[in-house]
């Protein structure tokens, strides 16, 4: 059985109205650029870690390290970043695996 809107609706007094959001699908340039630009890696770091995944998405243990080494450098808004999005990878938009989180949710930070 599967929790619907409607149920969400019915149950919690919440209303569901209007327009469903989304984002859009990323390829791998797309995914490098945006690690680069939100996450402060170097770009090679970028196309290594879109490669290991084979796609738009990165490791939970690779965000981990990203975060460590920006909190190291004092790079705080790169490490806020790496934790949002390691912290959504991990709960609310966990992928298949539960080891990778898709890099389209970066735009959200």
């Not at 989304?22 to 490098?32: D, I, Q, R, V």
Request: hydrophobic share 40%.
């Amino acid at each position: 059985m599967t929790i619907t809107l409607d149920d969400v609706n019915g149950l919690l007094h919440i209303p569901v109205h209007g327009r469903f959001f989304f984002l859009p699908s990323l390829g791998k340039n797309e995914a490098k650029e945006l690690l680069w630009s939100h996450l402060g890696v170097s770009y090679s770091d970028a196309i290594a870690e879109t490669e290991h995944t084979r796609g738009p998405s990165v490791r939970l243990s690779w965000l981990h390290s990203v975060y460590e080494n920006n909190v190291e450098q004092n790079h705080l808004t790169y490490a806020a970043r790496a934790y949002l999005l390691h912290l959504v990878g991990c709960t609310i938009f966990a992928y298949k695996s539960v080891s990778a989180v898709r890099v389209q949710y970066l735009e959200l930070f």
